[in-house]
């Protein structure tokens, strides 16, 4: 499973992946890690224009963070969508943990989730 964990303590903000999906089968491509790691790389190098910007990565885990202004926060924010959607689609293969001040809704069994919403709207 991988574990996507995003974060805003008030003056840094960042996110964390670790692990891996699990999703493929017979050596086939695993979609999930696939579109996990496309969301985690948009939103690094998005964040590398903001100040403070480090970030580390090995196989199965990356982690990067950035200072915190509105733009930052945003692009944050932005991406946290994909991340819950790749959850919603995929339970099993995906978590999500939101530590940023202000969030939490996204995360609850009784309001509509992102992919929902747009499911419903199609």
Known sequence: MVT??????GEWIGFSCAGHAGYARDKAPDIVCAGISALANTLGLALARFRGYAAEAESGWVRVVCGKNLESRIVLDSLAVGFYGMRDAYPQNVSVRDER???GEWDTDERDRPAERIHKNV
């Open 4 to 9: 996507v964990t995003l974060w805003d303590n």
């Open 101 to 103: 001040i202000g969030a």
